[in-house]
C-alpha cells in the first residue's frame, strides 16, 4: 500500500468524478470532432485520454515531428473544457524502428521473435527503444508542457501485457548486471540459486542466461529471480519517461494503467512510483464470480493507492479479446461503473470513445457505437455522465476496511513455479474465493503486502502466501500478539526470499506462530475430496501433520492423513491465529467466514439481501453508503439517506430496481 504522503501529486482537473476515457480521432476524419466534442458534452465528458498509440504519427521518421494534429486536437478539448489525459506514445515502436532496429524485437523463451504488426514489439532491456522512447517523451513534454488541456501524463499503456519477458541476449545481459547489483558475487548467487544441484554451479557471471527453454526443470531461484527482474525491467522503463515528465512539468501528476491482478508486475512496487494509481478492468466473463471481480479489482488499487483512485479503462459493453464476447445487460453498464466508484474511483474511464471501424480491436464496444447513438449503450452512456456528475461531492472521499487479505507478487510467482506439490495451485483464485465469501456478507476488505502497516485491521486473510521474508513472518506474529485475527492457508510459509525450504517442518516461518507441524503435504487428485471430522470436506490439498501447541478444530477423517488437524486455533498474546491446511468452498467456506468475523468483531457495512452490494465512502464532513443490485429481482434494503442520483429520501427502508443503484449521503445519526 503506497503512503500518501510521498509527495504524489493529483490531478486538478476534473473538479469532480473524471469522467470518458481513450479518444482516437486520429482513426477518424478530423471533421468529425465538433460531432464527438458535441457528443461529450451530452454525455457529461471531462476527460479523455489521448495519443496512447500515435508513434508512428507523432514520429513519421527518426527526429522527425509531426504536431499538427494532436495541437488541434489539444486546442480543441482545452476550448471544450475536457481534461486530457496525454499519452506518451511509447506502448507501440511505428514500424519504421521495428525495421530499421530488429535487434529490439522482443524473443521468447524458445528462441522466437516476435515481429512488428501489432503493439509493444519490443524488448524492455534495449537500450534503443529506451533511447527513441526518452526522445519522443521529451520532445512531446516540452511541446505541451503548458498546454491549457494538459491534466495528467500518461506514460506508456498497459506495461508488460503482450511483452512481459524477453529473452534475448540484450536481456541475458542486463540480467547478468542486474543480478550483479543484487548478489555482488557469484559466491552468494550460486548459494541463493543452489546451483549444487544438478551441477549448475557458475563459475562466471558469462554464464549466466535467462530461463530458456531447456530440456526439464528450469532451476526455480533463476526463474524467481527473472520474474524479478522483468518487472524492474519494465518499472525501468516507465521510470526512465517519469523522470523527463517529472523534469519538464513538475507540477502535472503522472500515471501509467495497471491490470488488476497481473500476474508478471510486482504492483506494490511500481506504485511508489506513480503520482495516481490507474487501472483497467475488463469483466471476466469465465469467472465464476465476475461481479465480485470487479469489487476485488476496485480494492486491490485502493490498497495500492492508500486512497483514491483513477478507472482508466474499462468495457461500455463486450470486449473483443475474450474467446466469447458477452454484451452487458441494460443497466450493467451503469452499475459496474459504479461499483469501482464505490471501492475508491474518483474517475471512470472507458476503451474507447468511438467503437473501431478498423484494426484489431474493431469488435470492441465503444462509448459511441458502431450502430450510433440512437443505442442502449449511449443511453447508459448519458445516464452513467448524469450519475457521476451528481456524485462530484463524493470525489476525494475514502474507504476504510477491517478486513484485508494479505498478497505479495514474488511469492505468488514462486508458488506457481513448476516441480510442487500440485499444479492445480491457483493463488488468484483463491484470493478471489476469500474475497467473495467477504463480499457476500458486504465486508469490505484490502489486498495488502504483508510488509505494509497490518496493525489496522481486525482480520487478515494469509491465502498461500508460500514464500516469505523472516521480517514478514515477524510482522503477522506481532500483528496477532497485539489482538489481531489472523487465518493462514496451507502451503504458507514454506520457502525463504530464494525460493529456499525451511527445515524441520511445514508451515515453515509460521510454525511457532501457528503451533502446527506438518511432516508431509498429501495434495488432492483432481476432483478429489477429502471428509473431515465436522461432516464437511475439503478439496485440493490435505496435510499430515499434528497440533503442538494449537487448538484442533477440525481434523481430516479420512486416508492417510486421518486424524491430522485441517483447521486449528491457537491464542497467541491477545489475539489469535487459525491455520486451515485444505481448501473449502461453498457453505463450508461461509462458515469459516462467519467465525472468524465473530471472533476479530469485524461487522458488515450493511447487513443487506444477498446480491446487494453495499460500500461505504467517508470524509470527515459526510458519510455515502453505496448500494448496488446485482440480482434480477427487486430488493428491499434498510437504509436511511439521501439517494444523491434519484434526488429522493430513503426513511428507513428503500427498494433497490433489478441492477439498480443507489447512493445515500447518509444522515449524520445514521
Known amino acids: 500500500m503506497a503512503d500518501q504522503t510521498d509527495g504524489r501529486r493529483w490531478p486538478a482537473r476534473p473538479a469532480g468524478i473524471a469522467f470518458g476515457g481513450d479518444y482516437n480521432p486520429e482513426q477518424w476524419p478530423e471533421e468529425l ?37 494532436l495541437d488541434r486536437v489539444m486546442d480543441d478539448l482545452a476550448e471544450a473544457g475536457i481534461a486530457a489525459d496525454l499519452a506518451t506514445a511509447t506502448a507501440s515502436p511505428p514500424p519504421w524502428f521495428s525495421s530499421s532496429n530488429p535487434e529490439t524485437l522482443p524473443i521468447r523463451a524458445d528462441g522466437t521473435k516476435l515481429w512488428w504488426g501489432s503493439r509493444q514489439a519490443f524488448c524492455p532491456s534495449s537500450p534503443l527503444y529506451r533511447q527513441a522512447a526518452v526522445r519522443l517523451v521529451e520532445a512531446i513534454a516540452n511541446r505541451y508542457a503548458t498546454h491549457p488541456a494538459l491534466a495528467m501524463w500518461h506514460v506508456h499503456n498497459e506495461y508488460g501485457c503482450h511483452n512481459a519477458a524477453c529473452f534475448c541476449d540484450i536481456s541475458a545481459a542486463a540480467f547478468r548486471a542486474w543480478l550483479e547489483e543484487r548478489y555482488g558475487d557469484l559466491a552468494s548467487l550460486n548459494e541463493a540459486w543452489g546451483t549444487a544441484f544438478w551441477s549448475q554451479r557458475y563459475s562466471s557471471w558469462e554464464q549466466i542466461i535467462p530461463p530458456r527453454t531447456t530440456g526439464a526443470i528450469s532451476n526455480p531461484g533463476q526463474q524467481l529471480d527473472w520474474a524479478r527482474f522483468c518487472s524492474d525491467e519494465l518499472l525501468a522503463c516507465y521510470l526512465a519517461e517519469m523522470t523527463v515528465l517529472r523534469r519538464v512539468t513538475p507540477d502535472v501528476p503522472v500515471t501509467t494503467n495497471m491490470m488488476s491482478l497481473f500476474k508478471p508486475l510486482d504492483y506494490q512496487r511500481w506504485a511508489r512510483h506513480l503520482d495516481v494509481i490507474s487501472n483497467d478492468h475488463y469483466r471476466l466473463n469465465f469467472l465464476e464470480r465476475p461481479d465480485t ?16 483512485w483513477w478507472l482508466m479503462e474499462h468495457s461500455p459493453s463486450a470486449v473483443n479479446w475474450q474467446p466469447y464476447n458477452l454484451a452487458k445487460a441494460p443497466g450493467q453498464l451503469v452499475r459496474d461503473s459504479i461499483v469501482h466508484v464505490a471501492r475508491g474511483a474518483d474517475a471512470v474511464g472507458f476503451f474507447q470513445w468511438r467503437a473501431s471501424q478498423a484494426g484489431a480491436e474493431k469488435y470492441h464496444s465503444g462509448m ?88 489496522r485491521y481486525r482480520l487478515l486473510i494469509v491465502p498461500n502466501l508460500y514464500l516469505m521474508h523472516d521480517e514478514q513472518a515477524a510482522k503477522l506474529t506481532a500483528y496477532v500478539e497485539r489482538g489481531g485475527t489472523l487465518l493462514v492457508t496451507y502451503f504458507s ?61 477440525v481434523s481430516f477423517a479420512e486416508g492417510a492423513v486421518t486424524g491430522s488437524p485441517a483447521l486449528t486455533r491457537r491464542q497467541v498474546g491477545a489475539g489469535s491465529a487459525f491455520y486451515l491446511a485444505t481448501h473449502l468452498s461453498g457453505a463450508h467456506l461461509n462458515a469459516l467466514v462467519s467465525r472468524l ?27 455515502y453508503l453505496f448500494l448496488l443490485n446485482h440480482t434480477d429481482q427487486e430488493q428491499d434494503v434498510e437504509a436511511s439517506g439521501f439517494d444523491l442520483l434519484s434526488g429522493v429520501q430513503a426513511s428507513g427502508r428503500l427498494a433497490l430496481a433489478p441492477g439498480g443503484v443507489a447512493v445515500l449521503r447518509e444522515d449524520p445519526a445514521g
Open 33 to 69: 470532432r465538433k460531432e464527438d466534442l458535441r457528443l461529450m458534452a451530452e454525455a457529461h465528458v471531462n476527460f479523455v485520454t489521448v495519443a496512447v498509440f500515435s508513434w508512428a504519427l507523432l514520429e513519421p521518421a527518426p527526429g522527425i515531428f509531426d504536431w499538427g494534429w
Open 293 to 308: 471481480d470487479l469489487s476485488l479489482s476496485g480494492d486491490l488499487m485502493r490498497s495500492l493507492a492508500g486512497g483514491p
Open 368 to 455: 459511441v457505437p458502431h450502430a450510433g447513438v440512437d443505442t442502449k449503450v449511449w443511453r447508459e452512456v448519458t445516464a452513467l455522465g448524469r450519475h457521476l456528475e451528481a456524485l462530484s461531492e463524493v470525489k476525494g472521499t475514502v474507504v476504510e476496511a477491517q478486513a484485508a487479505i494479505v498478497h505479495s507478487w514474488e511469492s505468488w510467482w514462486a508458488a506457481e513455479l513448476g516441480a510442487h506439490p500440485s499444479a492445480a495451485l491457483d493463488v488468484a483464485s483463491h484470493i478471489r474465493s476469500w474475497h467473495c465469501a467477504l463480499w457476500d456478507r458486504n465486508v469490505t476488505t484490502d489486498v495488502v503486502s504483508p510488509d505494509d502497516d497490518l496493525s
Open 493 to 553: 510459509g514454506i520457502a525463504d526470499g530464494h525460493d529456499h525450504v525451511r527445515l524441520g517442518g511445514y508451515p515453515g516461518a509460521l510454525r511457532e506462530l501457528l503451533g502446527v507441524w506438518v511432516e508431509e503435504f498429501y495434495p488432492l487428485a483432481p476432483g478429489g475430496t477429502v471428509q473431515l471430522s465436522d461432516s464437511s470436506a475439503g478439496t485440493l490439498w490435505s496435510e499430515l501433520g499434528r497440533a503442538d501447541d494449537a487448538e484442533v478444530l
Open 597 to 623: 468475523l465473530d471472533e476479530s468483531g469485524v461487522e458488515p457495512v450493511l447487513r443487506a439481501p444477498q446480491g446487494v452490494e453495499a460500500v461505504r465512502r467517508s470524509s470527515e464532513d459526510a458519510r
